[in-house]
């Protein structure tokens, strides 16, 4: 999937979790990330699209986004500063994550690991060695062929 000229050089990869952190949730989408229907616009080829009507800090200064992703990956944004203004081309979005690390932050992790010991402990009492276990303790054993 060809990218615009503006966004080809960049080797900066625009993740939807970073955009979400950044711009929160979009206030319209269209299309899905499962569809297999694929839109155009403007000339871009797409499958889900995200539409931000009222930013308050975007990175291009302006109120409303769009921002089209096929799959996963992102494809493309325009942005504009109100209704009556056409929409246009921006890369400032995708030099806004460049310094966002797209990694999920480390698990604090306190709870201390099971110790083996090498002891099998079961569940349930096995009758014989046709039974399988897997009832209530203080159950009798039923045996599915009786």
Avoid: C
């Amino acid at each position: 999937m060809p990218l615009p000229g503006e966004l080809r050089g960049m080797s900066t990869r625009v993740i939807r979790n970073t955009v979400v952190a950044m711009l929160g949730t979009p206030d319209r989408t269209g299309g899905s990330l499962n569809s297999p229907v694929e839109l155009e616009e403007f000339g871009i080829r797409y499958n889900e699209k995200w539409t931000y009507e009222h930013l308050v800090s975007d990175p291009a200064g302006v109120a409303q986004r769009a921002i089209y992703w096929h799959r996963y990956d992102f494809v493309s944004t325009m942005v504009r500063r109100n209704a009556n203004e056409e929409w246009r081309l921006d890369t400032k979005l995708a030099e806004a994550v460049a310094p966002e690390d797209d990694r999920l932050p480390p698990i604090e992790d306190h709870h201390l690991p099971n110790t083996p010991t090498g002891l099998y402990a079961g569940a349930s009492e096995v009758k014989d060695s046709t039974d399988l276990g897997g009832y209530i303790m203080g159950q009798t054993a039923r045996r599915a062929m009786d």
